[in-house]
């Protein structure tokens, strides 16, 4: 049975009950998968199902309005087949910041309406002109944190925080997500959250060097969008996806203008690398741009459809996408059952001599017992959930671990697998700091500099300590405590360090303190000016600063001579 048919019968139940699935018609997209979540980068349901949501975006709502009606969106879930709606709700443009209560009371019924129909709907802060998002941010973290708070709990709202990001780069538009994330997830901790990256979302590989980290990474995707006329980077996405989780919240079958013709060949390989025909069959849920009937070939509907509630009245675009949501038909299927080694992550490192704790997950089946692997070797066994393994003082060498459940059922299920490396601790520099002289210490030439200092290392053993003023290296000490004389040090000011050089080669230096030498008491270098001066006679005498680096005042006293006076001066 084709699910456009499927889709006519929950049209008319629902217009008799309020709740069609216990009629035993399929489920709403909603009612199938409930709360999403991320799992291994792929989105998934409540259940841990691999799933692929596919819908329309809006155009503007604020150009748009009479487009989106509670008619319009049980027209798109009931006919179309879609699973998502996505609210394109632009901040500039005569958006949001012209119209605030307007536009948010508009989303909230978009939020409702998608839900009574089956739904997701994402609400999408849709900045394009300007497009760096962290100009409206004070603007962002009002609107989130108060539709976080209007609709905590229902499992139908996706946040999508900045639709494209433009002219900035990916660790500003990271910094801005760092903003918005933990005030959405202060009332709607669970609910997924979409960013966009730079470059139009275009360039969603920028993340995978430095992507969102802890909560804020949960639950978190990442936003690619493409228009068919323009963008042909397949094997760019197929790449980025093996480690970025991706969603496609919006694209076109025209150019990147939302105009110029459909390119329905390069649209149908963007929609088959998302229903999973890519290296590792991820699933990319999408949106397409846009629902509406503005006269550009992006849109969906003919010019006057939305005015007369005509929501069928398909434009070529239209058509073809209408036809891409329904065929294949949706399939949320069964949730397969899986176990899965949850600790520690693939690919890492523990310290030799420590106590390695693998840990295991069995999801949507039940097991009497875990056993758990290296390779093919049989570590143990654990029959109480939640099922772990540890390894007492583990020893050096290369780990490939394995869970495999023994089901209820009958049958077995096995992880896959996950490496681990045994390895030294990696090794800890030395530390050492200067103890005397003191920072800013001032002597008197010629001094001499006893300078100390403190190092130890606690992985291995101090060769030396090396002293430098400047670069120049003065000496070195090779026994503890550690120390060096700088004799005969003239008038100046001296940056002095010391070097802690251990076993491994690695090198600490030490922070730098200042020391100056001031040359007291010898009139003739310090000043420079006139021997004598005449009696009521105004002259010069200035500090030689070279000689006195750390002057802090300046003293002069005149002697009587039957002729002139004499005058000396100094620093002190
Ligand atoms: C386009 C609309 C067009 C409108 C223009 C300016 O199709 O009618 O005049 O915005 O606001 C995007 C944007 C999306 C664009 C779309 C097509 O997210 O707002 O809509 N597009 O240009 N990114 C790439 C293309």
Known sequence: MKNSILRFCRAFWLS??????????????LAANGRLQVINRQLCSEAGTPIQLRGMSSHGLQWFDQCYNASALQTLAMDWGADVFRAAMYVDEGGYLNNKVGLRTKVNQLVDWSAQNGMYCIIDWHILNPGDPNIHTADAIEFFQLM??????????IYEICNEPNGVSWSSVKGYAEQIIPVIR?????????????????????????????TNAYNTMYTFHFYAGSHYSQSYIDDVIKTVPLFVS??????????????????????????????LGIKVSWCNWSF?????????LNPGACGSNNWNNTSTSGTWVKDHLLNPA?????????????SPANNSTVTIGSNLTVNANVGNTTATTVEFYNGTTKLGEDATSPYSWTINAIQAGTYSFTAKAILSAGGTLTSSAVQVTAAPAPNQPPTISITSPTNTTTLTAPATITVSANAADSDGSIV????????????EDLSSPYTFDWANVAAGAYTITAKAIYNQNAVTTSGAITVYVNNLGNPTADIIGPDCVSANET???????????NASSFAWWCGFYPKYDSCFGTAL
């Open 16 to 29: 008799i009950v309020f709740y069609p699935s216990s009629f035993g018609q399929s489920p709403t997209p």
């Open 148 to 157: 976080a708070q209007q609709h905590a709990g229902k499992k139908n709202v």
């Open 186 to 214: 202060q009332y709607d901790p669970e609910a997924i959250v979409l960013v966009g990256t730079p470059s139009w979302s275009g360039a969603p590989g920028d993340v995978r060097s430095n992507p969102l980290t802890g």
């Open 250 to 279: 919006e694209w076109g079958t025209s150019n990147y203008s939302g105009n110029g013709g459909n390119y329905y060949t390069n649209a149908q390989n963007w929609v088959s690398l998302m229903a999973g025909n890519n290296t």
């Open 292 to 300: 509406c009937d503005k006269d550009e070939s992006s849109a969906a």
């Open 330 to 342: 949706d399939n949320f299927g069964p949730p397969t059952p899986f176990v899965s080694i949850t």
């Open 464 to 475: 030396k300590v090396e002293f430098y003023n400047g670069s120049t290296k003065l000496g």
């Open 539 to 549: 002259k010069l005498f200035e500090l030689n600063v070279a000689n006195l680096p």
